[in-house]
């Protein structure tokens, strides 16, 4: 469901007017009260929502749409674009009901809508995001954020750290790890062998230790390394222009070295489209790539474009 106050559950309901992502089993989980007032508040005909407390309630059928429903939020408190505690932990218990779902393979791939970090924080889950929250209910200690649109997928060495601790702790081994990761989820997305390149962290991709060692010291070794494996990769692409190669078709994955290195090229021309998964988990996770809009929730105004994109992109990894 993600954070209620935001345009989680509103995009969730848009999203499966779809008659085919219905055809998929597909489970909400969240607090019924909310997915009913949101439901209400965009007048839906095409389904109708049932409220379940286990698996064996699930109802399949073209009208109706199965909530699990966890009782978490308090109607007369929920504010819309607010930051509050009650919905930040209404968001992480969630998660980690669609985790312990997908552990017992009771569900084969989750699809998150976006969370607030500062209410998640309020509520006491000192998580930076998402993809740590999973990692850590997973045991997970390999995992990597791969953003994807149909122009462009990026994967990154680092996310929610700062950009010093980023550039100072570049390793070779996260980086083939990183590469290895990606590999793998592009195999499943691309026709053939997945073509990567992989960014330079400094101008230039450091010309030649000219404006920086990272590249000779870290970059250079990981991608030769991988090369072996019979990974087919070329780099470090100086990141001006690597992101240009991928959009205009020469490779199918580019690895980023940091967080803002990776998300704003993806996010310029996909910023509605976009789909974030986390490579490495034992199961498939898919999102949108996408806060929580407190400017717009409970509106109606939600473009959920990246909520169905997800929900596809999901289906089509965990088959």
């Known amino acids: 469901m993600g954070d209620p106050s935001g345009i989680g559950p509103e995009i969730i309901l848009k999203s499966l007017e779809n008659s085919e992502l ?15 007032k949101a439901y209400e508040m965009l007048k839906l005909r095409s389904f109708k929502l049932k409220r379940v407390h286990n698996v064996d309630e699930y109802v399949f059928t073209d009208d109706i749409l199965n909530i699990l429903d966890l009782p978490l939020v308090n109607m007369n408190e929920l504010l819309p674009g607010r930051v509050q505690a009650m919905s930040g932990n209404a968001a992480f218990e969630c998660i980690k009901k669609a985790v312990e779902l997908a552990k017992n393979k009771s569900v084969d791939a989750i699809v998150t809508a976006p969370i607030n970090k500062e209410a998640l924080h309020k509520a006491g889950h000192k998580y930076p995001g998402h993809t740590e929250i999973i990692a850590s209910l997973t ?21 929610h750290v700062s950009l010093l601790e980023a550039i100072t702790g570049l390793r070779r081994e996260r980086i083939e790890k990183v590469i290895e990761l990606g590999n793998n989820i592009m195999q499943k997305l691309c026709a053939g062998k997945p073509r990567i390149a992989v960014a330079g962290v400094n ?37 001006d222009t690597v992101f240009l190669h991928a959009i205009n078709g020469k490779y199918d994955l580019v690895v980023a070295m940091y967080h803002d290195q990776g998300h704003i090229p993806l996010k310029l021309i996909g910023f509605s489209s976009g789909v974030n998964l986390t490579a490495g988990l034992p199961f498939t996770r898919t999102s949108v790539d996408h806060g929580t809009a407190f400017e717009i929730s409970w509106q109606g105004k939600a473009n959920e474009n990246s909520m169905v994109n997800a929900i596809k992109l999901s289906i089509k990894l965990a088959k």
């Not at 219905?22 to 009913?36: F, H, T």
């Not at 101008?203 to 390394?225: D, M, Q, V, Y």
């Open 22 to 36: 219905r055809k998929s089993r597909i489970i909400i989980i969240g607090d019924y009260n909310v997915m009913l």
């Open 139 to 159: 045991g997970t200690k390999d995992y990597a954020m791969l953003l994807h649109d149909k122009r462009l997928s990026v994967i990154h060495v680092s996310t």
């Open 203 to 239: 101008p230039h991709s450091g010309e030649n230790g000219l404006f920086g060692n990272e590249e000779i010291k870290e970059i250079i070794p990981a991608i030769n390394n991988m090369k072996i494996k019979g990974i087919n990769i070329d780099g470090p692409i100086p990141p």
